[in-house]
């Protein structure tokens, strides 16, 4: 992969960790410093990407095997590779994602069962093994993330918007292997990925994601 001007940040943690409100946080306080900012999401991101992510989080698909789910995920991120994120990143933009390879490690290859390596040689020939310059994993408590993400998309159902319960439906034996495979992830590549305990209110959250980003990321130019 050829050197990249920009910074390519991910978010990742369970669903109801917090990381939709704090991905907007760190991108007014970035845009306050005058950057560039582009926000985007997995799956998604693309208009085939959103067209994968109907498919893949619509509770009717809860019948798909393991490996149907790993392979959109990669068909999604592939795209939203080439199409937003490269280009962003040739640009000197920076590119606040919510979720990326470490969410499909996390849910398909510990979640599913499918083990890292798939999912780690997928994204060496799909991906050109690309990896962000900072991952900010949003650490909190299993129950309390879950219901919160449960009762969202309810919500979010009930009031007309498209259902994305499908993960939501799994069981705790399930999350429990995915927020052990994102806490692996952390102990293999402390350099990259960043612990953010986010047991407090979001602004307390805030803080620390922009005093780490600060800390681990040269400070970026003014125009």
């Not at 582009?38 to 095997?65: D, F, V």
């Not at 979640?111 to 990896?131: S, T």
């Not at 994305?164 to 806490?183: C, I, K, M, P």
């Not at 990259?192 to 040269?218: F, N, Q, S, W, Y």
Request: aromatic fraction near 6%; proline fraction near 4%.
């Amino acid at each position: 992969m050829s050197i990249l001007r920009g910074k390519f940040i991910t978010f990742e943690g369970l669903d109801g960790s917090g990381k939709s409100t704090q991905i907007e946080m760190l991108a007014n306080a970035l845009r306050a410093d005058h950057v560039r900012v582009h926000l985007t999401r997995e799956p998604g991101g693309t208009e085939l990407g959103e067209s994968i992510r109907k498919l893949l989080l619509n509770s009717a698909t809860s019948n798909w095997s393991a490996n149907t789910e790993l392979a959109l995920m990669f068909a999604a991120r592939t795209q939203h590779l080439r199409e937003l994120i490269l280009p962003a990143l040739a640009a000197g933009h920076y590119v606040l994602c919510d979720r990326f390879t470490d969410s499909t490690e996390a849910y398909q290859g510990g979640g599913r069962q499918l083990g890292r390596e798939p999912v780690a040689a997928l994204h060496k020939v799909l991906c050109d093994n690309l990896q962000p310059d900072l991952t900010l994993l949003l650490d909190c408590d299993l129950s309390a993330s879950l219901n919160r993400a449960r009762h969202r998309n309810l919500v979010t159902s009930a009031a007309g918007h498209p259902d994305e319960n499908r993960f939501e439906q799994e069981n705790w034996e399930f999350f429990s292997r995915v927020y052990d495979a994102f806490h692996a992830i952390a102990r293999r590549e402390p350099q990259r990925v960043a612990l953010i305990d986010a047991r407090g209110t979001a602004e307390e959250t805030h803080r620390k994601i922009l005093a780490t980003v600060r800390e681990r990321l040269p400070a970026p130019k003014s125009p």
